[in-house]
Every structure is written in structure tokens, then in C-alpha cells.
């Protein structure tokens, strides 16, 4: 338990955006992929994530980041489209409704909320457990978290952001405490726990993070652990379930999905900016991490907030 508390404490979380979404027409997305995770209350009709997890009526999913999945949305016969065409036509599939609309007035919908977890800041905490995404049934308390923190981001009341970060912060709790009651993913905690148990690992997360624009190299990540650079390759591995340079680059293309979001950089400074030098082969390696372009992810985020 004490491991358990340890990351609860060490985890860094940030809420990202939350909305309730009315169904206009049944579709499946085929390799959806966010670099957030998603907390999905079904409120009323059908959701699917691939072919086996079922959402019901008022049960929750949760869809961590850094997953490529496939999610279908509504009852009846779906259209299938890829990620990027959803982006160009999502208007016309799910639309936002305002949270004073009664749900059985909307027909079938959902809402939801994105956020971040991160292991010292420097490790997508989920992500790096390597779980599926999973169902939380009569999950009251988290049902209630997710309808609380959109009630808050469609308010006008004063303080509302404050609100909101703690609810988020309660709800990554309320998480990790079903997870772990329904001893649900038990290795996979046990394994993250040894972040906690190595200073040498930690040193590799937060030189990486500082240097996501430099060379991070086998042979540099050797020397900040002072081990070997035939044997941190292994070492990395063997703690983390994850080679350095896989890793590596999913943190180079999350911030590189930050500035898309967040600055008017272009595509060749942004590629810069988290260690390509060579902006085709930046936009190569983005499309097959995302499925859309890396100017798409961009237009996405101008999109209606969906």
C-alpha cells in the first residue's frame, strides 16, 4: 500500500477539457488516439470500445492515453472512418450540448473529461501501465466526478478553475482505487512501482524531459545513470517495459501535440523544437503515431470543442 501512495502523491495531473456530447449519428472511429486519457460517462445509448468492452447506461470508460483503439458511438448501424476523416466531418456525428438540456431530451449521449497524469512529472502514468481500456461499473463516485467537473466548466461561478483541478485530482484517486480494489492490472502497478525504487531512472526521466530538443542518445542516457551504454538500453527496459527510444519519442510527439494546441509555431519549428531535424521524416513518424498529419492535429484543436 505504502508503494500505491507513493505514486498517488508523486503524480502530477491536469485537467485538459471536458464536455457533454449528444449522438447525431451512429459511427465507429476505427484507430482513434489521444495522447490524454478519457473518462467516458455513458449517459444514455451505446458505446463500444473495439469489439469486447461494452459500455451500459451510466457506467463509465476509461480509455488511457497513448492507445490506439477503436471506439463506436450510438446504437444501429454505424458509418466506420478513419481518425482523420472524422476530424473533417465530426459536426456531423457527435455535437456538444448545453449542460442545462435534460439528457433523455438529447437522445442518445455521453460526457466525459480528458486529463493528464504524469509520474514526476516526466511519465504519462497510465500510459506507461500498458492497459487496456477497461469498463468501471456502478462506478457512483466517478459518475459523479465526471457530471460535477462539467457542470463546472460550463458555469460562469467564481473560482470554477480551482474546482475543477481538485475534482480532476480526486477523480485520478478515485481511479487508481478502483483499479486497485477490483485488483484490476495488479502486476502492472507492482511493476510501475519500481519508478519509486531506482534514483538512476528517475535521473533518465528528468534529463529527457529537459532535453526532449537534444541528443538523447543510448550513450548520453548511459552517462546520466552512470551505467553502460550496451546495458541501458536492458536497464530502462527491464524497469519501465519500454525501450528508451520508443519512449523517447512518445514524449517527443506529446509536447509536439502541446504546441500544436497551444502556439502558432510552424510544423517545421515544432518538429525542431522536440528533436527532428528533419521536418518530412517529423511529419512521417507524427502521421503513423496519430493516424492525421500533424497540420490536421492543429485544425482538430480549432474544431468545435468535441
Known sequence: MEDYNKIIESLGVRFIKANNIKILQPLTIN?????ENTVLLLNKGEIKCGEEVKVKNKDVLFIPGGKLVSVTYGSGAAVTLSNDDFINN???YLQPYDATEAENDVGENYSYITFEA?????VNFFASLDIPPFVMENSDEI???VKNINYECSSDLPGK???VKIQTERLVVELIRYILSHRLFVEQLATNSTYFKDPRLIDIFAYIKENLGGDLSNKILASVANVSE???GQYFKMLTGINPQDYIEYQRMEMAVNLLRTSKKSIREIGKEVGYKD??????????????PAGKMRRRES???V
Open 31 to 35: 484507430n482513434f488516439y489521444d495522447v
Open 90 to 92: 465530426k459536426e456531423k
Open 118 to 122: 504524469k509520474v514526476f512529472d516526466s
Open 143 to 145: 459518475a459523479s466526478l
Open 161 to 163: 478553475e480551482r474546482i
Open 230 to 232: 550496451d546495458y541501458v
Open 279 to 292: 521536418t518530412a521524416y517529423f511529419c512521417r513518424r507524427f502521421k503513423m503515431m496519430f493516424g492525421i
Open 303 to 305: 474544431l468545435m470543442n
